[in-house]
């Protein structure tokens, strides 16, 4: 039977220090070791998952190739690691009592009492140990939502506690991320944070084995001394974790501190050879680059930049590829006018309309997609984008002048966008959207095609509303290319137009299957279609 490995990681003192780019840099480096390496994601919200919630509660929806809602940083566990996610790659509290509640209501339990512990805890570790036995990894990383101190984190730390006991000391391992600021005004770097939230991980029975510390300045080595009796770890298991210009360069720097080799000796694994050569250049390349282009992303949660994650990434990866740094434009569209439009898109190379639901700032991406369609300004609408390019088109180039989808206005007499047929009979809002991968056929001799190289691909989806084919025939005949198509050629996936030099768009998120290995190939293009704008204007 397969020796797995647990890497657990908790956090303190503050949210939002970055465990997932923490646990997606250790994963990175540890497979450019030879490790087959996986990560777990335990969010402690109540929630089955993130689907039914607002962007502003939780950022972005991250959907898997299975069709699962997922956190938004399965993204970075897939874009670091350079592999596929799936639905036992994160669960939740909600999902975890669901569960347990069917098992009790079904009499599973055998008439026992269902309590947090076993039965919750329980049910914890066997989504901590099926991930290693349905990947059959080498290493599972954990990573725990929330912070030390979470009244809702209690039950995975709980669970945590419990399964180091049932496991060899050498198989399973705790890393506390955490925060050591400087205070400018002392110009003293304070353990004190770090201290009090090691002492209350403590206090729930688990003991850290290595705690990584963001800081903006390497640690010296009394700092580190003092951190480490304080916390009860050796000097060597404290390392910092320097703030960086992109998250891309924080496995260099994990890899230079020696994070990497340091979990390796603590698990009692060789340490084979790393081999991150092609990493390194593309980051050090990218940080190289000196030209800029601005692209707009015409959207309505813009001042919440976590709803756009994977788009942000995404481009971040097309950049690489064009050696060129994307300066993204947040347009809020609720903001854009017939009046303002060359004010706020003049000096722009791009415009991208992402995904999203609601009739909230529509108009204003309508406005944003004429002025690129008459401009000849390179265009990227990525699902609601390419619903408002077909309602923009119908109105302004076919005449239907009330053309709408049917999301937004139901009584529309030219629903151009409308609820797909197996949506019809659904009410509830959880999980029941058309999700995940599926095949689309590629039309030769398109934007689609050249981008693609391929006449079938497979794109995650993650949406209701679809094209109406009744509009089909008349929108091809003014100047619409239909570019893909589902296999059965029922549902349009992708359009172009014409007489544009580039204007495309998609039913699916093409975002969330960018990676730093390879950019998508539609951001790809669409970046160096902006470059050769720019380049011309």
């Not at 030879?34 to 939780?58: E, F, R």
């Not at 403590?202 to 951190?227: F, S």
């Not at 304080?230 to 720097?253: G, H, K, M, R």
């Not at 180039?397 to 989808?405: D, E, F, P, Y």
Request: hydrophobic share 40%; charged share 25%.
């Amino acid at each position: 039977m397969k020796n797995t490995k647990y890497i657990f990681f908790t956090g303190g003192v503050v949210s939002s220090l970055g465990k997932g780019i923490a646990c997606s840099s250790l994963g990175l480096l540890l497979k450019s070791r030879g490790y087959h390496v996986t990560v777990l994601k335990l969010d402690p919200y109540i929630n089955v998952d993130p689907g039914t919630m607002s962007p502003y509660q939780h950022g972005e929806v991250y959907v898997t190739d299975d069709g699962s809602e997922t956190d938004l940083d399965l993204g970075h566990y897939e874009r670091f690691l350079n592999t596929e996610m799936a639905s036992y790659n994160n669960a939740t509290s909600g999902q975890i009592y669901y569960e347990v509640i069917q098992k009790e209501r079904r009499g599973d339990y055998l008439g026992a009492t269902v309590q947090v512990i076993p039965h919750i805890t329980d049910a914890i570790n066997e989504k901590i140990t099926g991930v290693g036995d349905k990947t059959g990894a080498d290493i599972v990383i954990v990573e725990i939502g929330g912070t030390v101190g979470d009244i809702e984190s209690l039950p995975f730390l709980e669970a945590i506690r419990q399964f180091r006991l049932n496991h060899a000391l050498e198989d399973t391992l705790v890393v506390h991320l955490t925060l050591v600021p400087f205070i400018a005004g002392a110009n003293e770097l304070k353990t004190k944070p770090t201290q009090h939230s090691v002492m209350r991980l403590r206090e729930i029975g688990l003991q850290p084995d290595a705690l990584l510390c963001r800081t903006d300045r390497l640690l010296p080595a009394g700092v580190k001394q003092k951190i480490g009796l304080f916390c009860n770890v050796s000097s060597e298991a404290v390392i910092d974790a320097l703030d960086v210009q992109t998250i891309y360069e924080v496995p260099l720097q994990y890899a230079k501190v020696g994070f990497d080799q340091l979990v390796l000796k603590k698990l009692h694994l060789d340490k084979h050879r790393l081999n991150i050569r092609n990493w390194r250049q593309k980051v050090e390349r990218y940080a190289s680059v000196n030209k800029h282009i601005p692209i707009a992303i015409c959207g309505k949660y813009v001042e919440l930049q976590d709803a756009y994650k994977s788009i942000m990434a995404a481009f971040v990866h097309a950049g690489m590829e064009n050696h060129v740094k994307v300066d993204l434009k947040w347009i809020n569209t609720e903001t854009l006018l017939d009046g303002n439009l060359e004010e706020k898109l003049g000096d722009v190379a791009g415009i991208l309309v992402p995904g999203g639901f609601g009739e909230r700032g529509i108009e204003g991406k309508l406005r944003a997609i004429r002025y690129a369609r008459e401009k000849k300004l390179p265009y990227f609408g990525i699902c609601l984008g390419l619903q408002t390019a077909v309602i923009e088109f119908a109105r302004h180039v076919l005449g239907k002048k009330r053309a709408n989808s049917t999301e937004f206005d139901p009584e529309t007499p030219d629903p151009v966008i409308h609820l797909m047929e197996t949506q019809k009979a659904i009410h509830d809002l959880g999980g029941t959207m058309r999700l995940g991968a599926y095949p689309c056929k590629i039309r030769p001799g398109t934007k689609a095609h050249q981008a693609y190289g391929a006449l079938k691909v497979n794109e995650r989806h993650r949406h209701r509303y679809e094209f109406n084919n009744e509009y089909r025939q008349a929108l091809e005949r003014a100047g619409m290319i239909i570019s893909g198509l589902s296999p059965d050629g029922k549902l349009v996936e992708m359009i172009e137009l014409a007489d544009h030099p580039w204007f495309v768009a998609c039913q699916f998120h093409p975002e969330l299957k960018s990676r730093v290995a390879k950019a998508h190939p539609l951001f790809r293009e669409f970046v160096a279609a902006a470059l050769e704008y720019e380049q011309k204007k």
